[in-house]
C-alpha cells in the first residue's frame, strides 16, 4: 500500500498516512514523545504571559481562564503519558489521531483568542510579549506535531492567520513586520515540517518492504522450491517444536518417512525433466494430507517427511500411512506415458521409539529400509524386533571396526558347472567371517553393515586380493567371479584399486567376473556405466546378478556391456510349474537373443536341473552342484573324480 501520494494530498488536508496501520501505530509512538512536551510548553508561556499582564488586565484574564487552559493541559499531557499506542487496534488509533487534531484546533484558537485579548492591555512592551507568545507558541507546535501534519498546519493557520490580521489592521508597522516576520519563518518551518513528515513515511514504508521481504526469505529458505513443500531445515524445526511441546506430558505423535520405489529408473529413463513432474506431483498429492495435525515436508531428492500430531492410536497411523502410500502409487502422466513410481514409508512413534529428534528420525529410516527390503509400497512400524536387530547391527559395527579382517575373514567357493561338457568352468567367491567376539556373523548382515559405516571399500579390495590368491591355485580353464557392493561401483577410487589389485595378483583378467546388482547401478548409472566400461576394457567380464527382483533390469541390459545374467534364486523353487517354468524360459532367449549367458543360481535338486537344462540354460549354481568351502576343499573335490551330473 502506497503511503505517500505527495504534498499536494499532503497540504490540501488528505493524511495518506492514516491507510496504513503501522503509520498509524508509528505516529502516536512519536507524538506520545512530543505531546506531553508541547502541553507543558503551552503552560509556562501562558503562565508568563499571565504573569506579564496580571496587574494591568481583569482576574479572569489572567487568572481564571489561564488556570483552565493549563488545567486541561495537564489532563492532556497525563493522558498521552500514560497511552500505549502499541496495544491500540487500527481503527482506535485512527479515531485518537483525528480527535488529536480537532482538539488541537480547539486549544490554539482558544490560545492565539486569549492572548489576542490580552493585547488590548498594557503598552509596547506587554503587546511584544504576546507577538513572542504567539510566535513560540507555532514554532512549538511545528516541531512537536511534525508526526502529525495535519494538526500542524491547522495551528499555523489559525494562530498565524488570526495574529496577522489583528496586526495589518492595527496600522502599526511593527506589528506588520512582526507579523510579517513571524509568517516568513513559519512558511519555511512547515516546509520543513513536511519534508521531515515525508521522509518518516518513507522510512516506514522502506522497513515495512525490508520486513516483507525479510518474511519471504524466511519463507523461501524453508519452502522447497519444486514442491512448494517445507523443506528439511522446516521439518526438523517442527520437530524439535514436537518434541518440546510433548515433553513433560508423554503426548504421542508420530514421524513417518517416505521414499518413492522407483523414482530413480523413471528419471534415468524419461530425465530430469519427467522426475521433476513425478516430484511436482508427488508433492502435490501429500499435500492433499496435510492439515492442522499433520506436517508434510519434502526432506530430499524422492524423500519425504510427515509428522502426525496425534498419534494416539498406532494403528490409525498406520492406516494413514499407507492410504498415503496408495496416493503415491496412482500412475502420473508424462505426456503420452504413464508411470507408477510406488512408494514405501517407516512409521516411529514419539516417544516409544525414541525421545530425541536424531532418534527418531533414524529409527523411522529403519523401518523405511525394512519396507523397501520386505513390504513395498507399504508401511512399516518400528517395533522392539526393530530395535534389537539396530542393536545387533551396532554389536556387528563395533566388532568390525575393531576387528583384524585379514586374520578373521576368508573366502569360500561356490562352483558353476557347465552342462554341456559336465565341468567346473567357474567358482564364486563368498565372504566369510569369524568374529572372535560374535561368532560367524551372515555375510548379508557384515556387509551392509559395512556399508552403512563406510568400511565397505577396505573390505572389498581386502577379500578381492584374497580371492585373487586364491584363485591363482585353480586350474587356468576355471575363472573367478566376484560381487561387488553398490558403493564400489560409485567410487572411482575403488575401482582404480581394483583394477590395480587384479594387475598385481598376475591373474588373466579374461578369468575375472565381477558380478553387479541392480542396487549397485541404481545408485549412480552414469557412474557405473563408465566404471563397467573401465573395467571391461581390461578384459574383466561383467555379470548381472539376481536378475529379475528389480523393477528395471530389462532397462540395465539394454543399456550396459554386459556379458553375463545370473537368474535369481527365486524362480528356482517354481521351475517345475508352468509359470515358473515361462519366467524362465523368457529369460533365457532374452541372454540367447542379447548373446549374454544365462546362469541359473539355486540348483538345489535334480528336477530343477533338469527343467532349466531342457529350456537351453547352459550354467548352473547351487547346492546339487556344490556347497561354499575353502579353497582348500574346493581343490581337492575337483582333483577327485567324480560322476558327472546327468539328466
Not at 511593527?174 to 510579517?180: D, S
Not at 492439515?291 to 500430531?309: M, Y
Not at 558380478?515 to 548381472?544: H, K
Amino acid at each position: 500500500m502506497r503511503l505517500i501520494r505527495g504534498r499536494r494530498e499532503l497540504l490540501s488536508g488528505i493524511v495518506p498516512q492514516y491507510t496504513d496501520p503501522e503509520a498509524c501505530t508509528r505516529q502516536l509512538l512519536e507524538l506520545q514523545k512530543q505531546v506531553p512536551s508541547l502541553y507543558a510548553l503551552l503552560s509556562v508561556n501562558a503562565c508568563a504571559l499571565a504573569y506579564t499582564h496580571y496587574a494591568l488586565a481583569p482576574a479572569w484574564l489572567t487568572v481564571g481562564l489561564p488556570g483552565l487552559m493549563i488545567a486541561l493541559c495537564a489532563m492532556r499531557a497525563v493522558h498521552w503519558w500514560r497511552l500505549r499506542p502499541e496495544d491500540i487496534p487500527w481503527a482506535a488509533a485512527l479515531r485518537r489521531l483525528r480527535s488529536t487534531s480537532l482538539l488541537t484546533v480547539l486549544f490554539s484558537a482558544f490560545f492565539v483568542g486569549w492572548a489576542m485579548t490580552l493585547n488590548g492591555y498594557g503598552g509596547p512592551f506587554e503587546q511584544g510579549h504576546v507577538a513572542i507568545f504567539v510566535a513560540i507558541t507555532v514554532i512549538a507546535c511545528i516541531f512537536c506535531l511534525t508526526h502529525l501534519p495535519a494538526a500542524a498546519l491547522l495551528v499555523t493557520v489559525i494562530v498565524i492567520g488570526g495574529f496577522s490580521i489583528y496586526c495589518f489592521t492595527s496600522g502599526n508597522s511593527v506589528f506588520i513586520a512582526i507579523a510579517l516576520n513571524t509568517a516568513f519563518v513559519t512558511v519555511v518551518m512547515v516546509r520543513i515540517l513536511t519534508n521531515n513528515f515525508l521522509a518518516f513515511l518513507q522510512l516506514i514504508a522502506s522497513k515495512a518492504e525490508a520486513q516483507r521481504l525479510s518474511e519471504e526469505n524466511r519463507r523461501l529458505a524453508h519452502t522447497d522450491s519444486l514442491t512448494g513443500l517445507p523443506n528439511r531445515r522446516s521439518f526438523f524445526q517442527r520437530l524439535d517444536a514436537a518434541i518440546a511441546a510433548s515433553d513433560g506430558r508423554n503426548a504421542a505423535f508420530a514421524l513417518a518417512i517416505f521414499d518413492l520405489d522407483r523414482f530413480k529408473p523413471i528419471n534415468d529413463t524419461f530425465g530430469h525433466k519427467a522426475g521433476d513432474r513425478v516430484l511436482e506431483e508427488t508433492g502435490r498429492r501429500l499435500a492433499t494430507f496435510a492439515a492442522d495435525g499433520v506436517t508434510i515436508a519434502r526432506l530430499g531428492g524422492d524423500e519425504f517427511g510427515v509428522l502426525i500430531h496425534a498419534a494416539a492410536c498406532p494403528d490409525a497411523v498406520v492406516a494413514l500411512c499407507n492410504r498415503i502410500c496408495a496416493a503415491l502409487h496412482a500412475p502420473i502422466s508424462l505426456g503420452e506415458t504413464h508411470v507408477v513410481p510406488g512408494c514405501s514409508g517407516g512409521l516411529a512413534l514419539y516417544p516409544s521409539a525414541s525421545r530425541a529428534a536424531d532418534a527418531l528420525f533414524d529409527r523411522a529410516d529403519y523401518a523405511l529400509y525394512h519396507s523397501k527390503e520386505r513390504k513395498r509400497g507399504s508401511t512399516t512400524l518400528f517395533s522392539q524386533e526393530h530395535e534389537d536387530a539396530i542393536r545387533a547391527e551396532r554389536a556387528v559395527e563395533s566388532a568390525l571396526q575393531s576387528a583384524d579382517l585379514a586374520a578373521e575373514m576368508e573366502m569360500h567357493y561356490q562352483p558353476i558347472l557347465d552342462t554341456t561338457t559336465d565341468r567346473i568352468t567357474t567358482v564364486e567367491a563368498l565372504a566369510r567371517w569369524t568374529s572372535p567376539k560374535l561368532g560367524r556373523v551372515p555375510p548379508d548382515r557384515f556387509i551392509a553393515v559395512a556399508e552403512r559405516c563406510g568400511m565397505i571399500h577396505s573390505v572389498t579390495l581386502l577379500l578381492l586380493r584374497k580371492a585373487l590368491a586364491d584363485a591363482a591355485r585353480l586350474p587356468a580353464e576355471i575363472g573367478l567371479s566376484f560381487n561387488l557392493s553398490s558403493h564400489d561401483l560409485a567410487s572411482p577410487e575403488t575401482v582404480l584399486a581394483i583394477l590395480a589389485a587384479v594387475r598385481q595378483s598376475g591373474l588373466d583378467p579374461r578369468r575375472i567376473t565381477l558380478e553387479l546388482t541392480e542396487t549397485a547401478l541404481m545408485r549412480d548409472f552414469e557412474g557405473a556405466q563408465q566404471a563397467i566400461t573401465l573395467l571391461r576394457a581390461l578384459g574383466i567380464a561383467i555379470a548381472l546378478d539376481d536378475f529379475g527382483t528389480g523393477y528395471s533390469s530389462l532397462n540395465y541390459v539394454h543399456r550396459l556391456p554386459l556379458d553375463r545374467i545370473k537368474i535369481d534364486r527365486g524362480f528356482m523353487a517354481d521351475v517345475e510349474t508352468d509359470l515358473g517354468r515361462r519366467v524362465v524360459s523368457t529369460i533365457l532367449d532374452l541372454c540367447q537373443n542379447l548373446g549374454l549367458d544365462g546362469i541359473a543360481e539355486g540348483i538345489e535338486t535334480r528336477e530343477q536341473l533338469n527343467a532349466v537344462r531342457r529350456h537351453g540354460c547352459r550354467y548352473v549354481q547351487g547346492y546339487l552342484i556344490g556347497r561354499p568351502r575353502p579353497m582348500t576343499e574346493l581343490l581337492e573335490s575337483l582333483a577327485t573324480p567324480t560322476q558327472p551330473i546327468a539328466v
